[in-house]
């Protein structure tokens, strides 16, 4: 009895601790925000169902176990019993189809994406056994479908800047991967041969979780990304100091120890 | 007993052995191919050697000689880092690292031989030989700290060797400066093997000198003592004399004088450097020096006209260097000094393994990529020469595509205008 109290009264309070989500339990996108709260919804409606369910069936327990030994009736059941829990699931079922479209097309129909993000893809993240390979276009110009001569390329730390949306085009080289930003709701499957286009928009400067989230090999569990959010101007002045590492021509005129910077 | 309680014991039983026995302490992989020939005794003297100067996995020796930071001790550490009380933390710190990230590829000994190598294409490399493809120093010299650094960080690029650059600056610090101490420890193994098999220590030398001896007086068991004292006198002089010399080879690769730094900047990619590049590349650009009026880069032999790395050479039966008696790879092709085929890079690809920046690409045109069959053209061709080189091999994977490089989209502009303005006229 304590142990069923403790449970129900822990189930209570976790949404407000944020004992649901990964660190910090807020989701930090506005989408990621009406996920959470989808969650929440379909939550409360299985949570109240399931504690209706074993309280009704702990009563039964309690009132006709034990010392009662009546003789038990047969009855052929109710068809009134019968209709009306077929149709309040059915019912609250279709409730959160219909109800959670809007969020999923936000999330994945392309004509609801945001235009002018969807035109300026921020970087083509390939998925490759067991790391994320990413190209940025150079500073002010835009992502094109094919590598060019002054595209920049990192590995695992994918920057982006906060407070707008941003695309990013994901690939893989190789197998199956999934691109995932716990801290963002956001998770896509990489699929070798499809360009697939995922949005979304941190709104929170800081470093944050990448992760593969399909089994993609023995290294999966070591193919671990990070999302560097920045602000924009971060974000650019970030690009121009890759531009300038990229095409280091390893000249060092002013140098006193005639070395590259980068030894 | 009932059968729940017979059938519980059981299982506390296989817990306790199964949990509690110790698994067996961790080795390093002994270099068998260079081991195998010499006589049991010699290789127990690199056996010992081995272990007193860099110990076991389980108890790491921190053998002065060398130039690495293994970690000088810290009283002051917190209970969490006990063990950085003790001299040489930095090598346990990166031993366990290492045993974390690197060694079921890379082999506990480093020699590129873990559980997933044999699935791997390229292999691993093997440290052993002390030789590195990707690093910024001159010819012969070991890669410098950051070199190795930097391939951590980087990854390599179409191999299976991903980028670790997460771990932070302070853990690839560790890690590299394991990884250099177990090349040394591999590099040390091989060159006294080779020493006393060079003294006559081993099986085909006792079996030769026997069946040499004109008086047939001389058994085997005399031979094999005379090889073995000649050994034991020589060996702590060779050891002393192998170990100062890796020290100078490693200390000498981190010298700023010994690296590979461009004096010429690396000019524009215009239409004529990069043209100027591709002749240099088929060795048809004029050599006014030489009588033989073309410069010998000879790059389309291995890479291919096109740059597909389908040179006439990848297609010959190319013969096993220092074999004895004479023989070939049985597959034709180009090899690396580990015996592994060794693809010449497609350069269409756009996939340049040891970095893209123009000074890495540099670095390995000017000095060649060890190992390999790639060769050095730093004495061959001028600076700017090599920069040509450079723009040329960066514009390969753009070559007739639409995505153009900046030249050739200038020219198309004007030419477009040049339509436009014939057109008005």
């Known amino acids: 009895m304590v142990g069923a109290v403790a449970a129900v009264a822990s189930f209570a309070v976790a949404p407000a601790m944020g004992w649901w989500f990964p660190h910090p339990g807020q989701s930090l996108s506005p989408l990621g925000q009406q996920i959470d709260d989808l969650f929440y919804l379909i939550l409360v409606i299985t949570g109240v169902t399931f504690v209706g369910v074993q309280a009704a069936l702990g009563y039964i327990l ?4 034990g010392g009662n030994r009546e003789k038990g009736i047969f009855t052929h059941g109710s068809h009134t019993l019968e209709v009306v829990w077929s149709i309040v699931p059915a019912g609250i079922l279709l409730f959160i189809a219909l109800y959670q479209m809007d969020v999923w097309a936000r999330y994945r129909v392309k004509s609801r994406f945001d235009p002018q993000a969807i035109a300026h893809p921020i970087a083509e993240v390939t998925a490759r056994q067991f790391e994320w390979r990413i190209r940025y276009p150079a500073p002010g110009k835009t992502l094109q479908d094919t590598p060019q001569f002054d595209d920049l390329y990192t590995v695992n730390d994918l920057h982006a800047p906060t407070g707008r949306p941003v695309v990013i ?7 199956l991967h999934a691109f995932y930003l716990p801290q963002l709701r956001v998770k896509q499957d990489a699929v070798p041969g499809l360009v697939i286009p995922v949005w979304f928009q941190c709104d929170k400067v800081g470093e944050w979780d990448l992760v593969c989230a399909e089994l993609c090999g023995w290294g999966h569990y070591k193919m671990r990304g990070q999302l560097t959010a920045q602000r924009d101007g971060d974000f650019q002045r970030y690009l ?6 990229q095409f280091d021509d390893g000249v060092r005129v002013a140098n006193a120890e005639g070395k590259p910077a980068d030894e | 007993m009932k059968l729940h309680q017979v059938s519980s014991l059981v299982v506390i039983a296989m817990l306790a052995l199964a949990g509690c026995g110790q698994p067996p302490d961790a080795t390093f992989s002994s270099n068998r191919e260079k081991l195998a ?12 050697a081995l272990e007193e100067n860099f110990g076991t ?3 790491l020796v921190a053998w002065e000689k060398f130039k690495i930071d293994y970690g000088a001790a810290d009283p002051t550490a917190d209970d969490d880092h006990k063990h950085h009380r003790n001299p040489g933390w930095r090598l346990v710190d990166g031993r366990n690292l290492y045993m974390q990230h690197c060694v079921h590829c890379h082999g506990t000994a480093g020699d590129g031989n873990g559980p997933t190598a044999k699935h791997l294409n390229p292999r691993p490399r093997d440290y052993r030989q002390g030789v590195f493809k990707f690093k910024s120093t001159l010819g012969g010299f070991k890669p410098a700290r950051g070199d190795l650094i930097h391939i951590l960080e980087q990854g390599i690029p179409g191999t299976y060797m991903p980028s670790f650059v997460l771990l932070g600056p302070e853990k690839l610090g560790l890690l590299v400066d394991y990884v250099r101490w177990l090349s040394i420890r591999g590099n040390f193994e091989i060159r006294l093997a080779e020493e006393l098999a060079g003294l006559g220590a081993t099986e085909s030398d006792v079996t030769q000198e026997v069946q040499n001896d004109e008086s047939k007086k001389l058994q085997r068991s005399d031979a094999i003592k005379a090889a073995i004292s000649a050994a034991s006198g020589e060996v702590a002089q060779l050891i002393e004399r192998e170990a100062n010399d890796l020290a100078e080879n490693w200390e000498a690769g981190d010298l700023p004088e010994n690296a590979i730094v461009p004096k010429v900047k690396r000019h524009a990619p215009t239409r004529e450097s990069i043209e100027k590049g591709r002749l240099l590349f088929l060795s048809q650009y004029p050599d006014p020096k030489d009588p033989d009026p073309k410069k010998k880069t000879e790059c389309a032999e291995c890479h291919g006209r096109a740059g597909r790395g389908d040179g ?19 597959t034709a092709g180009l090899h690396d000094i580990w015996g592994h085929e060794q693809k010449p890079r497609d350069l269409t690809r756009g996939v340049y393994r040891g970095g893209r920046r123009p000074i890495d690409i540099f670095r390995r045109i000017h000095q060649g990529i060890p190992g390999t069959q790639m060769a050095g053209f730093g004495a061959a061709l001028t600076e700017e020469e090599i920069w040509d080189v450079v723009n040329f091999v960066l514009s390969v994977p753009f070559e ?3 995505s153009a490089y900046p030249t050739e989209v200038e020219e198309q502009k004007q030419a477009e205008k040049k339509d436009v303005a014939a057109a008005q006229e």
């Open chain 1, 62 to 65: 309690w009132k006709y176990g």
């Open chain 1, 169 to 175: 085009r994901l690939k893989s080289e190789d197998v």
């Open chain 2, 57 to 59: 996995p389980n108890n």
């Open chain 2, 312 to 330: 006439p050479n990848t297609e010959k039966f190319w013969e096993i260097p220092k074999s004895n008696p004479k023989r070939s790879y049985e």
């Open chain 1, 240 to 245: 121009i100091e890759l531009q300038q590492s």
């Open chain 2, 37 to 48: 020939p010499l006589l049991p005794d010699a290789r127990k003297m690199v056996e010992k």
């Open chain 2, 400 to 402: 007739g595509k639409h």
